[in-house]
């Protein structure tokens, strides 16, 4: 069973910036896609970001393509969602999630307890 904790979340201003972290427990860590989604307060949880287990590809959901940057580091069993231009309708509580392959997708099986980020406009 995996285990995902994520970090970075906060408030910030509409135009600025935040990195998320999210550590994994394990060994299988570097076998599967990693990714991230995001729950608006009265929304279902949507896709955001997903990086292959290699980190060589990346997927984006539409409305962060561009601004958002998601990356890996097996070594560190980490993954990363660095956010830019953040507007308000990025606030979210944001999850950390493991893919169900290797490949980036936005098919996720297991997720983290989740970081609060909140862009005042």
């Known amino acids: 069973q995996v285990q995902l904790v994520e970090s970075g979340g906060g408030l910030v201003q509409a135009g600025g910036s935040l990195r998320l972290s999210c550590a994994a427990s394990?060994?299988?860590?570097?076998?599967?896609?990693m990714g991230w989604s995001r729950q608006a307060p009265g929304k279902e949880r949507v896709f955001v970001a997903a990086?292959?287990?290699?980190?060589?590809?990346?997927y984006y959901a539409d409305s962060v393509k561009g601004r958002f940057t998601i990356s890996r580091d097996n070594a560190k069993n980490t993954v990363y969602l660095q956010m830019n231009s953040l507007k308000p309708e990025d606030t979210a509580v944001y999850y950390c999630?493991?893919?169900?392959?290797?490949?980036?997708?936005?098919?996720?099986?297991?997720w983290g307890q989740g970081t609060q980020v909140t862009v005042a406009s």
């Open positions: 999630a493991r893919g169900n392959s290797p490949i980036a997708s936005a098919r996720f099986d297991s």
């Open positions: 394990g060994r299988t860590f570097s076998n599967y896609a």
């Open positions: 990086v292959s287990k290699t980190g060589s590809s990346t």
